[in-house]
DNA sequence: CGTATGCTTGAGACGTATCAAGTTCGGTGG
DNA sequence: CCACCGAACTTGATACGTCTCAAGCATACG
């Protein structure tokens, strides 16, 4: 794991952060819903900051005082199962925000936040968050939607992980990181990620997860070429997933 | 599973609803900040209902238009999985509120309720929710803190189903009913639950349940009397749970 | 060019699901 | 109150899936 800086949250721009009124990630964010005059005041106290690949954003156990959101890149949340093997529970890429959790509970982060790909992410201090809940309904219900529509798909994994057979598992994981990163001109899924990432995904070990692929390329639903997969039968991966067949 | 009356949620009084303001479940609830007038106000819109042992409140795939306080008894939350067999997911009690995400999301619950222990429920209608968002931002936060606590649980469930091996993921839930519903003077976890429902919890065979518990009790674990569950060791649960020994 | 890292393959052991009996329990009606 | 019935529970045998370990192979990088 490269971590060519070390890097605390509270920090001086190293990134000319783009303002939040002009920032691509406003749109798809809970943001969208802020009045311009209360995105300047965000402005005015957010720290930007870029992470390379493989770089730590938090780490599981520590506390969050502010909320990051994710103007480029993209990003996985993971948590150390009491055997230590990483388990990862979400990703996050432009757009979504991370790490109010525990700004909100006041407990530990639950989970770490690692850089897959070349980020740039915003910190915003609870402060102005509980300042912009008070001022804005309408921002409260969109983080209230937010934060139910997360706690949704997580409990439709722990099904999923309970019930499901690991081939299954796989299909569904695939999937959800094409629904998440989309696909590329060639029907590839557009993040690269270790065969080990993605055991810790399937919740599963790294052997497996190579002879499942193999398996899925050889029920011709996948294609592989080092770690670009490229998804031949969606439909398929679907029927799968669901054993709909 | 007896249901001796079929209700639906938008219903006339066959249970004397307490007043909220005077409500046991207000204090352990999200209600906990609202001011004695708003109370007043979510009684004159609320429904109450009384509904019996194994009786449905509300089911998957189906919308909810508002929310289902738990005034009295016990319920579980659980999912079809794609092979038809049951998911538990959570439980609730007394305090607690249910149903309400689908209400935010717009979108088909992704849960069912069902009565554990006979219950006594309010449901509060979307409209007036929305509107206590909007008056009492103190509200909202504790709504949020909810969701975000609800996630939290949800993704720690993920990590366990993935990674423990059944008996671990067993005493993990020993652990987890004995938090929800605590203990009796016996040390007896204060819920009658089937070997079935229990293995809907593990995500595993009933028979499997049977030997796990057995096992238990053979490490001196736990005492099993009928539906009863002793706890004998907690820190050995503990331990087992999470591999610490 | 060599070393490290990630990837792939194989063989064996273990855990768990499944199927097929039995047994006990709880409620109902005679 | 007892006998009966069905549901829930328990037990055993077997088969399958998956994890682990051990080794070999490809790839990336200095």
Redesign the interface.
């Known amino acids: 794991m490269p971590a060519k800086y070390d890097i605390c949250h509270i920090m001086p721009e190293r990134y000319n952060t783009p303002s939040c009124s002009i920032c691509g990630a406003k749109e798809k964010s809970v943001f969208c819903s802020l009045s311009n005059a209360q995105l300047k005041e965000i402005d005015e106290v957010k720290g930007g900051q870029i992470y390379a690949k493989g770089e730590t954003i938090f780490k599981e156990g520590s506390y969050s005082r502010g909320l990051f959101c994710v103007s480029k890149g993209k990003i996985k949340l993971s948590?150390l199962?009491?055997?230590g093997?990483e388990?990862i529970?979400?990703f996050a890429t432009v757009g979504d925000v991370i790490g109010?959790?525990s700004m909100?509970?006041k407990?530990p982060l639950?989970?770490s936040a690692f850089v897959i790909e070349e980020a740039a992410i915003c910190f915003i201090p609870a402060e102005t968050f509980?300042s912009m809940?008070?001022a804005e309904?309408k921002f409260?219900?969109e983080?209230?939607?937010l934060?139910?529509?997360?706690?949704?798909t997580?409990?439709?994994?722990?099904?999923?992980?309970?019930?499901?057979t690991s081939i299954?598992r796989l299909a569904e994981m695939l999937l959800w990181l094409k629904e998440t990163f989309g696909l590329d001109e060639d029907n590839c899924i557009d993040i690269q990620l270790s065969r080990e990432e993605i055991a810790s995904m399937?919740?599963t070990a790294t052997e497996a997860v190579i002879r499942l692929l193999r398996n899925l390329k050889e029920k011709r639903l996948i294609e592989l070429e080092g770690k670009k997969i490229k998804l031949l039968d969606i439909h398929g991966l679907v029927m799968l997933?669901?054993?709909?067949d």
């Open positions: 948590r199962g009491a055997s093997r388990q529970v979400r109010y959790n909100l509970s407990k639950s989970a509980f809940i008070k309904p409260s219900l983080m209230l939607q934060t139910a529509k997360n706690w949704d997580a409990s439709r994994l722990v099904t999923d992980m309970a019930q499901k299954q399937v919740g997933a669901d054993i709909l």
